[in-house]
C-alpha cells in the first residue's frame, strides 16, 4: 500500500518526540502497520536546526498543513484552546483526519469536534491526550467493551503525583517541593492547571464520557487541587493506613455519574497508592472484568509520542474502513450517548478525612460526635494527637456519607467554641482493595 | 446494521460467563458495537437447565457450529488441542471468524490458524488467550505499535501467584497451599499445567511473539515451574528485599530473544511484586513509552468472557473492513515476521540467588568466592545464616551472569567436601524499580 502522508504541527517536546520515534522506528512500525507512515509537512514557528527536517515540507503557518491536499493525517500538537480548535476544525473539514495530545481541546470543545469529524467521515483519534504513554483511552473504549464500567480511577496528573510523593516520603510542604518540580521541569512556572486540578479534570472529562457514554462536560466536572495538601495530613493519613493521592473518579451512580477530581485518602495496601513520582495510572472497574489497573509514563516526549504514533496506525487501518463501523470516538455510538446527568458535588457520596484543632478539656469530643451523629455520620476512626498541649489536633475517619450533609456537619463543629479555625477536610475511597 | 450472529461451542466456566455478560449488557454492547451481538447457536454435551438458552439454537456436535451457514463467529471455548484445532481449522475454511480464548492451540498451533485465516480473509481473534480479561494483547498489538518492545515480564498464571502469595504472607510451604487451592477451585485436580509452568509458557509464547513479531514456537520456550520453591527461600529472599514470583519473561537481546518462564526474585519494591492472590499483572517496556504495566484478574468466567466479548465486538467492526489492512494476527504483517533466534538457555544472561548448606569451618566461604570468582561471577550480597550450627546456610546474590557460566560455577561447588547437597539456584530479575 502507498505511505500514509502525515502533517504535523507543533514541534515542541512531544512534536520532536514524535519525529524522532517515527524515525528511529521506522521499520517496526511499517512492518507492523503494513505500510510506511511518512511525515510530509511540518508547521515550525522558528528555526530548529538541531531536528533533523531532511525531505519534510515546512511551513511557518499550520493552516498550511490543514489545507494541504497531499496530508492524510493532521497531527495537532500545539496545544491550547483556540488556534487548535480552529486547526482541527479546518482539518476536518478538508477530509483530513486527525490525531491530538490536547486533552483541553478535547474536553471543552470535544462535542463539536466530534460531530463535525462524523459528518465528514474523519476520525478524531486522542489516545495522547489522557495519561501520555499509557494505552487506557483503548483499554476503556475496546479492551473492556463488553462491560458496563462501573468506575474509573486515576492518576492522571503526574506533576501532581510527584509533589505528593516527595511531601510523603520526605515530609517536605507542598510549596518547597513545587519548587523543586519547576526546577525540574516536571511543572510549568504558572503551575495553576496542574496543581489546581485542572488538567486532571480535563482528562476525567474525557475518561467518565468513555466508560459511561455520555457527552463531555468539563464544565460539571468537579475540581479540587492539591495546593491546601499540609504535611500533618499526609502523616496522619499515613498512621490511620491511608496514602494521599490526586485522583480523577468518574462513577456510575444511581443518581446519574460523579466527575471529581481531588486530593483522596486510599488505602496504602492499594495498587494505586504505590504509583509514585511522575507516573500515572488508572484504576477501571467493570461488572464482567472486575478492577483492572493501568500504569506507566503519563507525559513527556517519547510517552507521549508513543500514544500519538499508535494513534497514526489506528487511523490508517480505518483508512479503509466503513466509517460507520468504526470504534466512535466517544465509545458509544454517537446517537446512543446517554443522558445519565452529572450528579451535584452536594450528592455525591464518600467517606471522609476530618481534621481539627480543639481546645484540650471535657465534653468537647462529645460534643463533636454528637454533631456527626446527629447528621447520621458514622465514625470509623477517632485520633487525638498531642495530648496535653492547649489546642490538640483531633482527627476523625468517617464511614459513606452525603457530602451535603457533611458540609452541613462540618459548619456546626466549626461555630463550637472550642474548636479552633476551620476544619481541614479530605475525601476517602476504599477502592478495590487489589 | 444487521445483528452479528454468534455460535458458541463449549459452555464451561468462560462459556456460560459469555452468555451472561452478552445477555446482562446487551444494550450497552450495542450501544457500543452499533448493532446487536446475538448467540444463535450453542454447542452443548449434556442439558444445562440452569442457563437461559430460550431463542438459542442447540446441537451437541461442536462441529455443526462450525459449518452453520448462519454463523458469523465462531467461539470456541472447548480448550485443549485436537479437537479444537478441527473445529477452528473447519470454521476458518467456512470463512467464519474465530474467537478463542485457547492459549495452547494458539501456541502450539497458531502459526498454521493465522496462515489459514489469512487465506480465508477471516480473523482469529484471542485477547482471553492470556491474562484473562487484562486486555494485555491490545495493549501490546495496537496501543504500543509506535515502540520497540525491549522486553515484556508477567505475572500469568493465577495459581501459581495464588501459591506464592500464600507462601510469603503466612510461611506456608508449597504442598499444603497446592491442596487448598485445589478446594478453592483455583487449581485443577491435575495441577502440572499451572503449578509446571507449561499454561504460563503457553501465554508467555504468545507475548513474545506479538512483541517481537516472531512465529510462536511453544518447543523454544523455557519452562520451569513453582513446585520446588522452599518456604526458606520465600523468607531469604525477603530479607534481601526480593519478592519470589513465577514470571514470564520475553526479551530482545544481542543474540536474540529470550523465552522464558521460571520463579524469579524481583525487587519487592517493584509494583509486580505487589500483584498478589489469583490476580495477573503483565509489564512491557518499549523504548518510546518506557516502562507500562496492566493489572487485573486472569482467569474466571467473567473476565475471560469480558475479553472473549470485547473481541467479538472488534471482530464485528473488521467485518467492513480491508482484509489487507486489519491488525495482524502476531502484531506485524505476516510476511514481515523477524527470524530473530531464540536464545539457548545456557546463553542467557540474568542475576542469580544461590542457597547451599556448608559446614561451618574455615574456609569453605572463600572456596566458594573463589569459584565464582574464576568463573568472573561477581556476587552482589551473601548471608551466611543460622551460625554456630554444623551445617549453616549461605546465601549468595549475584550480578549478571550468562546461564552456562552459571551451571559450571554451581557444579563445581556442588563438588567441595564441605558443601551438602545441591544447590537452589533461582534468577533474580530487576525489571525496572517502578
Keep these: 500500500m502507498k505511505p500514509v502522508k502525515v502533517g504535523l504541527c507543533g514541534l515542541g517536546t512531544v512534536g520532536a518526540g514524535t519525529l524522532n520515534v517515527l524515525k ?9 502497520a503494513g505500510r510506511q507512515i511518512v511525515i510530509d509537512l511540518v508547521s515550525i514557528r522558528r528555526p530548529r536546526p538541531e531536528l533533523d527536517l531532511a525531505g519534510i515540507r515546512t511551513t511557518t503557518d499550520i493552516m498550511d498543513v490543514a489545507n494541504d491536499p497531499d496530508i492524510d493525517i493532521l497531527v495537532e500538537l500545539i496545544g491550547g ?11 476536518i473539514r478538508n477530509g483530513k483526519h486527525v490525531v491530538t495530545a490536547n486533552k483541553a481541546l478535547i474536553a471543552v470543545h470535544g462535542n463539536e469536534i466530534f460531530a463535525a469529524a462524523r459528518e465528514n467521515k ?29 468506575w474509573v480511577a486515576g492518576i492522571i496528573n503526574g506533576t501532581g503525583n510527584f509533589i505528593l510523593t516527595e511531601m510523603r516520603e ?16 516536571y511543572a510549568e512556572a504558572d503551575p495553576t492547571f ?10 476525567l472529562t474525557i475518561l467518565g464520557s468513555l466508560a459511561f457514554g455520555i457527552p463531555l462536560q468539563f464544565e460539571r466536572t468537579f475540581t479540587e487541587g492539591i495546593s491546601r495538601i499540609a504535611p500533618e495530613d499526609v502523616t496522619y493519613a ?38 509514585n513520582g511522575v507516573k500515572n495510572a488508572v484504576m477501571v472497574q467493570g461488572d464482567a472484568v472486575g478492577p483492572t489497573l493501568y500504569y506507566g509514563a503519563g507525559a513527556g516526549a517519547e510517552p507521549t509520542a508513543s500514544a500519538v504514533v499508535a494513534d497514526i496506525i489506528d487511523v490508517t487501518r480505518t483508512l479503509t474502513a466503513d466509517p460507520n463501523n468504526r470504534v466512535p470516538h466517544l465509545a458509544f455510538q454517537p446517537d446512543h450517548l446517554s443522558d445519565l446527568p452529572v450528579v451535584q458535588v452536594d450528592e455525591i457520596e464518600t467517606a471522609y478525612y476530618l481534621r481539627m484543632q480543639v481546645k484540650e478539656k471535657p465534653g468537647v469530643l462529645a460534643q463533636i460526635t454528637r454533631i456527626l451523629s446527629d447528621a447520621g455520620i458514622s465514625i470509623e476512626a477517632l485520633l487525638q494527637k498531642e495530648h496535653g498541649t492547649a489546642n490538640a489536633p483531633v482527627i476523625i475517619l468517617t464511614k459513606q456519607v452525603r457530602e451535603g450533609n457533611m458540609n452541613q ?3 456546626a463543629i466549626e461555630q463550637l467554641d472550642d474548636v479552633q479555625g476551620q476544619v481541614t477536610r ?8 487489589a
Tied chains: 1, 2.
Design 170 to 185: 520526605k515530609g517536605r510542604d507542598f510549596a518547597d517541593v513545587l519548587k523543586e518540580a519547576q526546577a525540574l521541569g
Design 81 to 91: 484552546y483556540d488556534n487548535a480548535h480552529e486547526l482541527v476544525m479546518t482539518a
Design 426 to 433: 479530605m475525601r476517602v475511597e476504599h477502592l478495590d482493595l
Design 409 to 411: 456537619a462540618i459548619a
Design 122 to 150: 474523519v476520525m478524531v483519534a486522542f489516545e495522547a491526550s489522557v495519561a501520555g504513554g499509557i494505552p487506557i483511552i483503548k483499554a476503556i473504549r475496546e479492551g473492556l467493551s463488553a462491560n458496563t464500567i462501573q
Design 238 to 275: 499515613e498512621a490511620l493506613g491511608y496514602t494521599i493521592k490526586h485522583l480523577g473518579i468518574a462513577r456510575r451512580t444511581v443518581n446519574g455519574v460523579e466527575l471529581r477530581v481531588h486530593p483522596t485518602l486510599i488505602p496504602t495496601k492499594c495498587l494505586l497508592a504505590a504509583v
Design 24 to 32: 528511529r522506528n521506522a521499520e517496526e512500525i511499517s512492518r507492523r
Design 194 to 203: 496542574d496543581v489546581e486540578g485542572i488538567d486532571a479534570a480535563h482528562k
